[in-house]
């Protein structure tokens, strides 16, 4: 059975006081999509990021092609 309710996490990285996004990857199967919220805000918008985008944006996190936070 697949579900279309998004289910929330944030990462194990995020104790910086509050300063992070949430994610729902179980509805990349359903969807295609990742949607991504912002964690101080439940519930207000969340931005559906297609697959192959969040995959890029996390490969380019994972290499530094952003910098250093």
Do not use: H, I, Q
Request: hydrophobic share 40%.
């Amino acid at each position: 059975m697949t579900t279309e309710s998004p289910r929330w996490f944030k990462s194990s990285y995020s104790s910086n006081g509050g300063n992070c996004v949430e994610v729902a990857a179980n509805l990349v199967a359903v969807r295609g999509v990742v949607p991504v919220r912002d964690s101080k805000n439940v519930s207000g918008p969340a931005l559906n990021v297609p697959t192959g985008s969040f995959a890029a944006f996390v490969a380019g996190v994972k290499t530094g092609d952003f910098g250093s936070v």
